[in-house]
């Protein structure tokens, strides 16, 4: 995966990508409860971006965990 550099703090990387995860659930939860649409869809492009942020977020994490772990291990 490419590394733009966006984000200087690996850490702050990691929690913006759950934020955005965070996000698109409570967003599809209020397009559910509050519009009552049912649209298959639409109902598709939401839990493919979900899952696709999701995976995301996970690899981040991971990477954060072990780049940290693997520092923390040369001290």
């Known amino acids: ?29 209020m397009r ?9 869809m639409v109902d598709g492009i939401f839990l493919a971006l979900i899952l696709i942020w999701l995976g995301i977020s996970v690899y981040e994490t991971v990477k954060y965990n072990k780049e940290k772990n693997r520092d923390g291990k040369r001290e």
């Open 1 to 29: 995966m490419a590394n733009t550099g966006a984000v200087k703090d690996p850490k702050n990387g990691v929690i913006s990508c759950w934020v955005c995860t965070g996000v698109l659930v409570v967003a599809n939860l």
């Open 32 to 40: 559910l409860f509050m519009l009552r649409m049912n649209n298959r």
